[in-house]
């Protein structure tokens, strides 16, 4: 390998390195929640909160908490997409509810990804399509609530303002 190549190489290396450190090349969010509390329980409370905010009536003050649709449910997994009320970008969402600790507690690990190919940024709305949920159906005040992502996991996740997202 001549110098040159060397050199080329080093520096794709170093900046493969740095685009990866600074978290998903496309916007995404992964949250890992943790409850103390049985996965039926999160998963009616998760379902019966998409389905209140179907319609666009949530967004009449600005926020985003609207434009859920379910596409399938079990009490295992959970998918749904998320329509932004003014530009109209969908997002897929998932939840996999896994029990532990007997059956009195539950695991859930979640993801929502812009449909959108080109979608690098978001504001951390991914992060709040699935945070908002959680917020909304109560689940931030259930027994054992952790939660557990970062910037890495979620595009702008520390710079997202859920209440108008």
Not at 7 to 27: D, S
Request: with cysteine.
């Amino acid at each position: 390998m001549n110098p040159a190549s060397c050199f080329f190489a080093v520096i794709l290396a170093f900046g493969t390195f740095e685009l990866c450190r600074a978290g998903p090349l496309h916007a995404q969010c992964k949250v890992e929640w943790y409850f103390g509390i049985p996965c039926q329980m999160v998963y009616e409370s998760l379902v019966s909160q998409i389905n209140k905010w179907r319609t666009m009536t949530g967004c009449n003050m600005g926020g985003e908490r609207c434009l859920y649709k379910l596409q399938s449910a079990s009490v295992h997994f959970i998918a749904a997409k998320h329509t932004t009320p003014f530009k109209r970008f969908v997002d897929d969402i998932n939840f996999r509810l896994v029990s532990y600790h007997f059956f009195t507690c539950c695991h859930v690990s979640a993801m929502s990804i812009s449909e959108s190919w080109y979608a690098i940024k978001d504001h951390g709305t991914n992060y709040c399509n699935l945070y908002n949920l959680m917020e909304g159906s109560g689940l931030t005040e259930a027994r054992g609530y952790k939660e557990v992502t970062s910037d890495f996991l979620c595009t702008q996740r520390s710079s997202a303002n859920c209440t108008v997202y």
